[in-house]
């Protein structure tokens, strides 16, 4: 597979998710907003849930690079983590998009291992910085698993408030950065 | 309007959403499941919006019908709302048809209307069950309004995660209630 190709119908695969929705995504539709055939793109993938199993592919492995930091201290760490989560605004498509992927994930097993893996990612890098922390003496000593549940689970949260209400996501990252104040005795807007 | 039939079209919507999801629900297949003409569903609903928002006005009526505890005590009232929100199982196809639905929210104004709705009755619900326990001396003085915004917000993200991920409701009711008992002091296990 020609890399650039792909990346192209991936790309276009997503605007035309955000534009049409999850029922109304065709190959036909894909390949206008990509410019890519029709005849091209099934050449890549068969069908729709194998395009969009690498949409989310793709979406995972973003997430992982934005969490990529270049400093040590966990409590860097934590921004950028929170940076990463609620960087989309309530006027982005993006989100009501992802959130339709999500409603379809009891139907297609295939969507439903990426998100797992969205989570586990989430879930670990959480944790893994709550625990430096706290051996660093920065943090103090909650229980990092906890602590990592209960935000992700916010995060989560955040996302469903964004699309059902339109509510800022700048919300809940205030809901979380004041649990995490109060767990951690630190506040990421200190740091920031 | 006959109440009666209304209510049998109300309780078809619910489950052909559930059967065939929000892009297949047409007026024939939820009058298929009623056994009520389109014609006399038309008479009563002008569109598929009108029908499921008396569908969400409904579901609104009866979780606030499930908040209602005979039981001044605000533990018991917390334990009667815990039970309300993570009383379905990850199998049930109705959080997924209202996942669906929210997922509608950005372009359904009526829908977005009823998600507040439900949003707002939870909110003061928890809020004003967490300020009396306080006030009769059974939660320590935490911010009720803070606490009942985190827990509101874990509530979301619990529903997502069930639909998304296929996780047992239980699981994020255990988070709830470890964040429960470490901020008010007490367990809502103690008291179920």
């Keep these: 597979m020609e890399p650039k190709t792909t990346d192209t119908i991936i790309r276009a695969t997503g605007r035309s998710l955000c534009e049409y929705g999850y029922a109304d995504l065709t190959m036909q539709r894909i390949a206008e907003e990509s410019s890519v055939t029709t005849a091209a793109i099934h050449y890549h993938f068969d069908t729709k849930e194998e395009l969009l199993n690498a949409f989310l592919d793709d979406l995972v492995d973003r997430f992982e690079r934005k969490l990529a930091c270049d400093s040590d201290d966990p409590?860097?760490?934590?921004?950028?983590?929170?940076?990463?989560?609620?960087?989309?605004?309530?006027?982005?498509?993006?989100?009501?998009?992802?959130?339709?992927?999500?409603?379809?994930?009891?139907?297609?097993?295939?969507?439903?291992?990426?998100?797992?893996?969205?989570?586990?990612?989430?879930?670990?890098?959480?944790?893994?910085?709550?625990?430096?922390?706290?051996?660093?003496?920065?943090?103090?000593?909650?229980?990092?698993?906890?602590?990592?549940?209960?935000?992700?689970?916010?995060?989560?949260?955040?996302?469903?408030?964004?699309?059902?209400?339109?509510e800022e996501p700048g919300e809940t990252r205030h809901v979380v950065e004041d649990y995490l104040e109060a767990q951690l005795g630190w506040s990421p807007e200190a740091t920031a």
Tied chains: 1, 2.
């Design 75 to 166: 409590r860097d760490q934590l921004v950028v983590l929170l940076d990463a989560v609620f960087s989309s605004n309530a006027d982005d498509e993006f989100p009501v998009a992802l959130m339709e992927l999500k409603a379809q994930a009891p139907y297609h097993d295939t969507y439903r291992e990426r998100f797992h893996e969205l989570d586990e990612t989430l879930r670990t890098v959480l944790e893994d910085t709550v625990e430096a922390g706290i051996e660093a003496g920065y943090f103090e000593p909650v229980e990092p698993r906890e602590v990592a549940r209960l935000v992700s689970t916010a995060i989560n949260g955040g996302h469903v408030r964004m699309v059902a209400l339109g």
